[in-house]
């Protein structure tokens, strides 16, 4: 667990095996909410990449699913915490991924890269609540 923790924290790195990993992110969550408007949460610095895969990520969702493409929104007021500095930080950080939640906040997706961890070691399943996320 520890090396690859340690390994998580230079997974946004390479910008072309990150950004298959955000899409890829993005369509396992869409069939979680099931919902036409969705408002996205990323990270600050991974905002640029995910707004180039978005489009990309509904067709492929849309396709798979047999529906019409949702509306994704990027939060532009809400971003995920930064990456940790550290293997030993403490403070509140996301090492990368995105949550997608329902418009109106009811349904909610953690689906980054911490919470795929928490899945593998600690037999966790991935965080879709009711409410309100708390980053």
Known sequence: MDSASKEFLHVSDDSEAYGMLLKN??????PRLKEPAILL??????????????????KEYAEKAEVHPPEITIDEHVYLPPSPTDYEDHGLFCSGGVVLASQ???????????????????RKLPEVCPGIANY
């Not at 990270?43 to 707004?51: P, T």
């Not at 009811?106 to 600690?122: E, G, H, M, Q, S």
């Open 104 to 122: 109106d906040g009811k349904i909610v997706c953690k689906n980054t890269v911490d919470a795929r961890l928490d899945v593998v070691f600690r």
């Open 25 to 30: 992110l993005m369509v396992q969550s869409l």
């Open 41 to 58: 949460s990323c990270r600050e610095i991974d905002r640029e990449l995910v707004e180039s895969i978005l489009e990309e990520a509904k």
